[in-house]
């Protein structure tokens, strides 16, 4: 028994191997069993007969494969034959059995027994039951395992099928993740008692069974009843554990659609848990087990609670996601136009595929003589910090285009906004404050004049327009992105294009021009497929252009498409006179007007428009020097009335006085047209005013 040795004045070594060898197989809580070479039972110790699955009653004698039970297997046979024969000692093997519907684990060392000749006389065996550190290692191994795998995203429906795809089956048979039906749309009330009839949404759901489960399918809506283990468990936010569940639990009446389908299911444990994170209350998570499943006890119940936990952490993530992204996307939608009004120099169309809540956006402006802006923008990041920001772009660009500036200096203006706002923001917020990244920050700014088929481009970071003509060309409009707003110094050098009437303009996002393709070939290749032949309606092509370009499956960003087919404005609807710089072109002014809206059949209209030309082609002789153009133009419900002088000057509006004898030109412009203003020309300048040629036009 090892080296003895006798200490002065303690017990004698023969007695101490004595006692220790009696206690060993009397008082040692670890079971011992000793078995001859051919591994028949020989001996045992008190504590083995404790050791469940392992009847030891009538064992001695017998080989060890006919008292071990389901313990024994091939690899405890090889252990043992391996001891014998080598003589090196096995530890901590690991068998599995079971007890009923319940799992036990042992770890079992054994060693060789010799005598003192050296000859080998079987082998001995101590088993510790470790059943209850195996089932807590696998709990912190679930929790590990789920915690990693549950809120991979920010989706509320896939965070809850996570959290019932990670405990099915290793902690219940069955999952049910339901929550507050307002939850889904980013709401949540406050902890407290329900009323019965707040529904919950099933959104989650896992099983490890083929028949029916007695679950709640996913997207089904039930009730809380009263006085019921889910009532209870959303009032006080509180785990509940039914460990035996039996028809004769008074409850289950109240529960008619639970309660019906757990009992013919064959769930006979139940456990029911709170989602609640931050004091909201988002719903809850039930557990069922059923068959010949062991009942849920207290342990589980609280691996249940942890990960439920977890799980609502994540749940309330997606549903604050959710609430920003709904107000961000209704922030967009009421910032972008909702309609695009019919004009006389486009036909449009324009297509929306939102995917994130970005802050891209298109308007058309009408600007005077008949001229329209088609704008495209992009401003980065997402949220309602994307969607503010689109929103005052949107803004400024509606401004300064009613002030008629060329899309250069639109642009250029637009430039120097941003960077001032971007100042101010990240002076109020820090470094990495304000509400959009300006370096990001793109536009396109496209003007086309139906009198003279002119289209003007500028562009500062955005991919640049397509242009479809009549004859089948495609080809992009060659203009040179500038930088985007607020980055280095402005630069948006314009292009101009003469366009043949027909000819469809596409204005999109970037997530529309590099879908699919960075080859710029490709692009237009794919583009020219999907436009032609541009006789089709137009909403058409550009549905179907949007979904060619952005495949399902593939959207990364919000998707933004705008087509503008263009009109020509002919002798039908202009006209035009140059008279002298000379007192008398008034009066030849105003009965060229009279003249011109007599052949339109629009003589109705010709005092106003008459008064309105002739005090403006007056003031033009007055300031400027040279000859002044009249045009008018028929712009649908509208005749617009423009005078054009070399004059770089503009005039102000300005109230006389009774006794004065002029200044009261632009004054009655105003009072009798429906709008006004200024246009800068590359020589001089236009004043234009617009009236209304019918009462819905007012």
Known sequence: MGTRRSVSGGPDGRD???????????????????????L??????????HIQRMPLDDAVGRHVGEWAGDFYDADLEAAFQGVLETGRPVTDLVLRGHAGTAELVISLSCFRLRDADGRTLGVASAIVDVTEQHRARARLDLIYRAGASIGSGLDLVRTAQELADATVPD??????????????????PPPGALDPTTPLRCVGHCSAAETPDGGIAVGEMTGVPYATPFSQCLADLGPRLVARLTPDVAWLAREDVRGRRMLDAGTHSLMVVPLA????????????????????EADDLAVAAELA???????????????????????????????VAGHAAVETAYSYLPVGSGGDWFDVIPLSGARVALVAGDTPGRGLPAAAAMGELRAAIGALAVLDFPPDEVLSRLHDLVTRLEGEHQAAQGPRGGLVSPGATTCLYVVYD???????????????????????????IDVRPGPALGRSTADHRP?????????????????????????????????????????????????GLLYALVPEGEEEDDAVLLLARTRVLGPGNVASLTVPHAPESAAEARAFVERQLADWDLAEHSFGAALVVSELVTNAIRYSGGSVLVRLVVDGSHLVCEVSDDSSTAPHLRHAEADDEGGRGLHITSQISRSWGIRPERQGKTIWAELALSDAAL
Not at 23 to 38: K, R, W, Y
Not at 318 to 325: F, Q
């Open 495 to 543: 292009v101009e294009r003469e366009l043949p009437e027909g000819s469809v303009l596409a204005l999109c996002n970037s997530a529309v021009f590099r879908a699919g393709s960075d080859s710029p070939e490709t692009r237009l290749e794919r583009f020219s497929r999907a436009m032609l032949p541009t006789t089709r309606p137009l909403q058409e092509i550009c549905d």
């Open 40 to 49: 028949r039972l020989v001996r045992f110790n008190t504590a083995a007969r």
């Open 171 to 188: 902690l219940a048979d069955t999952v049910v993740v339901e929550v507050l039906d307002p939850v889904l749309r980013g709401e949540a």
């Open 277 to 296: 994170a931050r004091g909201a209350v988002l719903g809850l998570a039930h557990f069922h087990r059923r068959g010949t499943a062991a009942p849920f």
């Open 450 to 476: 139906p009198v003279s088929r002119r289209c003007v481009v500028a562009s500062a970071g955005h991919p640049p327009p397509l242009l479809a003509l009549p004859d089948g060309t495609v080809e992009y």
């Open 309 to 339: 936990d977890i799980a609502a952490v994540n749940l309330d993530n997606a549903r604050l996601y959710t609430r920003e992204r709904s107000t961000a996307r209704m922030l967009q939608l009421s910032l972008r136009p909702a309609e």
């Open 16 to 38: 101490v191997d004595e006692a220790v060898l009696w206690a060993l197989f009397s008082e040692s809580p670890i079971g011992l069993h000793v078995m001859d070479t051919q």
